[in-house]
């Protein structure tokens, strides 16, 4: 079970909930994967995810881009359950760096949460630090 949460005032994302039914444990070595679902909710937002929407996962994405596994066909749930990357990285691409780079900024992504004393922000990479990386791998562009 997942939910987003948005502010009734300025219809922008506030907070992502979910819980896949694991034992935290499992999830330990996967801190990226909290991108996953703020993905999904960009690219349902422009429209570019249909529900119900099936990628297929081969483990391997474009050139040099790798999931963990080979997980077959999936939809977005059960993309999100498996932490599949091929799927993220499907996503990303269609919603683009641009886009990405703007939703992760209002998702709080990059900035101090002010929770933690001494805390640093984060990097976030946008489209113009992405074009000054001289052979950057990056599957992403700014569109
Ligand atoms: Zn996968």
Known sequence: ???AVLSRQ?????ALVGHL???PTTLAARPGSTVKPI???LAADAGLLQPNEEVSCNSTFESGFHCFASHGTLTLPDAI????NVYAFELAKRVGLERISFGFTQFGL??????VMHESSGFLAT???VATRPSSRSAVRAS
């Open 81 to 84: 359950a498996a932490s599949c």
């Open 21 to 23: 039914g694991v034992e």
């Open 110 to 115: 990059g900035q101090k949460t002010g929770l």
């Open 39 to 41: 993905l999904a909710w």
């Open 1 to 3: 079970m997942a939910a």
């Open 10 to 14: 300025s219809q922008q994302p506030v």
């Open 127 to 129: 489209p113009q630090w």
